[in-house]
């Protein structure tokens, strides 16, 4: 890769702040998880990251991935041959970390996006991208037709900056066309939604929150059957993926733990059983 080449053109910010902090952690010396494509990647991109520097929601984006990964990993290892999608990809590596050499993968987002991403990332016949709206029915087909066994839909850092019928629309359309699927996802509470315009990061781009989720069962009205199979606060990650971490992190989920901040507690990560 030729280095600060590729242009960000109208690629929302949002998906930098994520990326920048896997590229930060990847450089400790005792990281909560390694992404050296990460790094690469804001290295190579024509983007002043500076502005991020220090924020404490860095961390939190890398404790969310950490979670994420492990709920991808747990599925591939129940199903070794099934099928990952990752809905508003942005510029994730989680294939690149948690890859099983089985999975098919599934990458979609908006074409600008996947146009971005095809610098850097090559489709090969497990991994596919998909340039398309999640509101869309299109990409449906396309993984419908090539998808292998059971399918894990990660929707990490995408879902809240929808309407809530939007949300419920996807996880609907999820349910009808892949039944029994698991679909992880993330939300933030009312007054999360309200205190957004002076958030660390928020603050600093355009995208706005939109759908303000007080509770997680919502789902279960909409969808009957679904079961909430994980739902987790940043300061009460489960216990496996805690004792996973380096101490530097440890600590700081338990300083959070004991702050009880309404930004931090107000913000959850979910994993769904769809029906």
Not at 3 to 20: A, D, M
Not at 38 to 59: K, M, N, Q, W
Not at 72 to 91: C, Y
Not at 112 to 141: G, H, K, N, Q, Y
Request: net charge negative; glycine share 6%.
């Amino acid at each position: 890769m030729s280095p600060r080449t590729p242009s960000l053109g109208t690629v929302q910010e949002t998906l930098l702040i994520p990326l920048y902090g896997r590229a930060v952690e990847h450089r400790k010396p005792e990281p909560a998880l390694r992404d050296p494509r990460a790094e690469e990647l804001v290295a190579a991109l024509d983007y002043d990251f500076s502005r991020f520097d220090g924020l404490p929601s860095l961390t939190g984006t890398v404790l969310r991935t950490a979670l994420f990964d492990h709920w991808t990993r747990q599925f591939l290892d129940e199903h070794p041959a099934g099928t990952v999608v990752e809905i508003g990809t942005g510029l994730n590596t989680r294939y690149e970390r948690v890859d099983n050499g089985r999975a098919h993968w599934f990458d979609l987002d908006l074409p600008d996006v996947i146009e971005l991403r095809r610098a850097f990332f090559p489709e090969t016949a497990r991994r596919r991208m998909i340039a398309a709206s999640l509101t869309e029915d299109d990409w449906l087909d396309a993984v419908a037709e090539r998808a292998e066994g059971p399918c894990f839909f990660s929707a990490e850092a995408v879902l809240p900056f929808l309407e809530e019928g939007e949300v419920r629309r996807l996880a609907e359309r999820l349910a009808r066309r892949f039944p029994g699927s698991r679909l992880a996802l993330d939300s933030n509470g009312p007054e999360v939604v309200a205190a957004q315009d002076g958030h660390d990061a928020l603050s600093k781009v355009e995208a706005r929150l939109r759908w303000a989720c007080a509770d997680i069962g919502v789902v279960t009205t909409w969808l009957p059957g679904t079961a909430v199979a994980g739902s987790h606060t940043l300061s009460g990650l489960p216990e496996d993926v805690y004792l996973a971490l380096p101490a530097e992190h440890r600590r700081t989920v338990d300083d959070l733990a004991r702050q009880r901040l309404p930004q931090v507690e107000g913000y959850r990560m979910h994993l769904l059983r769809l029906p």
